[in-house]
């Protein structure tokens, strides 16, 4: 497994952008597809968006595509998300994981980051 630590979350107005970091330590990154998920209080986690291992092939829940866009760089070890045209709706802790497969839930993703918090004021 690999260890993930997320960073880059704060408060924003509407309309704005966030670029979400989630740095990754192990030697077994560039094995791993991984997945921004995020939850709201009260509220199942959900998908935002996954990247293959290479990084060549992307994925989109329908409420992000258009507006985030997931990338890593393994030479760094780390995954991005960068939010524009952010919504109040978009508000919650976001969550980078990785998995060896390829999914969307939550349950196929076997390391999971603390989370960072995302809130979007109207």
């Known amino acids: 497994q690999v260890q993930l630590v997320e960073s880059g979350g704060g408060l924003v107005q509407a309309g704005g952008s966030l670029r979400l970091s989630c740095a990754a330590s192990g030697r077994t990154f560039r094995s791993y597809a991984m997945g921004w998920f995020r939850q709201a209080p009260g509220k199942e986690r959900e998908f935002v968006a996954r990247?293959?291992?290479?990084?060549?092939?992307?994925y989109y829940a329908d409420s992000t595509k258009g507006r985030f866009t997931i990338s890593r760089d393994n030479a760094k070890n780390t995954v991005y998300l960068q939010m524009n045209s952010l919504k109040p709706e978009d508000t919650a802790v976001y969550y980078c994981a990785g998995s060896t497969g390829w999914s969307t839930s939550p349950i196929d993703f076997t390391s999971w980051g603390q989370g960072t918090q995302v809130t979007v004021s109207s």
């Open positions: 990247v293959s291992w290479s990084g060549s092939s992307t």
